[in-house]
């Protein structure tokens, strides 16, 4: 029984266009298209409740990636900038979608992995870009 429950079970990998507001647990082998830093405002002072220990700074690159289905914006954190080469593939492990301003953005956090893959051989359909489509919250009443 305990060597059943260890087996590991088979990555499942999806396409960009499947991708919906609020979910995670992602697998996409994705190209990058474009990879841009983002300036991180510096914080003024650190609270009191903080040790001591000198922060490091923090990088932040927003990259569009996609698939032949479709193209996203992509949240690529410190180490994961380095490997967000335009015209690299990469594949996103365990990936999430964060909702910011309304539109969907892809991120791996530290329960996820984003490593570099061999170039992959299709081409990535920009005119589907799930970033642009703006979505609201509406509460509903039972």
Not at 24 to 49: C, E, F, Q, W
Not at 63 to 81: K, P, Y
């Amino acid at each position: 029984m305990a060597t059943a429950a260890a087996e590991k079970r088979k990555p499942v990998f999806i396409k960009v266009e499947e991708l919906k507001p609020g979910t995670n647990g992602h697998n996409l082998t994705v190209k990058i298209l474009d990879s841009k830093p983002v300036p991180v405002p510096k914080p003024r002072r650190a609270p009191m409740s903080l040790s001591q220990r000198p922060q490091r700074p923090s990088r932040i690159n927003e990259c569009l990636v996609g698939d032949e289905t479709g193209c996203i914006v992509f949240t690529a954190r410190n180490e994961q900038a380095d490997m967000m080469k335009p015209g690299a593939t990469v594949i996103l492990r365990n990936a999430k979608i964060d909702m910011f301003k309304g539109s969907m953005r892809l991120a791996v956090d530290k329960w996820g992995r984003v490593e570099v893959a061999e170039p992959a051989n299709f081409a990535v359909k920009e005119n589907n870009n799930l970033s642009l489509v703006e979505y609201e919250l509406v509460t509903v009443q039972a």
